[in-house]
């Protein structure tokens, strides 16, 4: 990205960045859309590179969002200097899937019916054929690769990658569980977490 984008996108806002990477995304299909092109900067119309984070329990202690003394994030810092940073982003719902469902297609749980973890979001009759953000970027020649829990770990959704790692239909590698079990103490906890 050039330095002028760079700063451009830094201080964005999300319907801000969503104006952006459509007017991208229309430049690539419109007939004499090159001044979109130009409002991003690049005047070859090549299209922005975009990577997109999302990262389960931050909460604000890295150092671009005021950090934590303990916390110590060079080079996320350093990712927040190039790109979009979000200073005032909620999330849909204080659980993972909804909130994930809501965030790649932009319908909050309220509509969609998604309230918890163990609902299949695909079957949910409002979002069933809703375009993900993912799909989104597809539709308009983006390769599209995803690895990570973007969607809730049980319900990937193979239509929204070219390619994802460990595999479309599968989020994540199988956890690795320390022989010390349960790190947290409980007995049968339903989440253990803590260091090996």
């Known amino acids: 990205m050039t330095k002028s984008l760079d700063m451009k996108l830094h ?53 671009s969002l005021g950090g934590h003394p303990d916390t110590k994030t060079p080079n996320i810092d350093r990712l927040a ?32 019916g998604i309230y918890g973890n163990h609902e299949p979001w695909r079957k949910s009759p409002v979002i069933r054929e809703a375009v993900t953000l993912p799909q ?20 990937p959704d193979p239509d929204s990658w070219d390619e994802y790692w460990p595999a479309k239909d599968k989020q994540q590698p199988k956890d690795p569980m320390p022989s010390n079990r349960p790190l947290n103490g409980i007995p049968k906890p339903s989440l253990d977490w803590g260091p090996d």
């Open 11 to 63: 201080a964005c806002t999300r319907r801000d960045f969503l104006k952006t990477t459509g007017f991208a995304a229309a430049s690539m299909v419109l007939p004499g859309s090159s001044r979109f092109s130009a409002k991003l900067g690049n005047k070859k119309g090549e299209r922005p590179n975009v990577l997109f984070v999302c990262v389960d329990d931050l909460n604000d202690w890295v150092g």
């Open 81 to 112: 200097e190039r790109g979009v940073l979000f200073t005032s982003a909620h999330c849909a719902a204080p659980v993972c899937n909804p909130s994930r469902a809501a965030l790649m297609t932009g319908i909050r749980p309220s509509t969609s």
């Open 136 to 155: 989104h970027f597809i539709s308009y020649g983006y390769y599209v690769a995803g690895s990570g829990k973007i969607y809730h770990g049980r319900y």
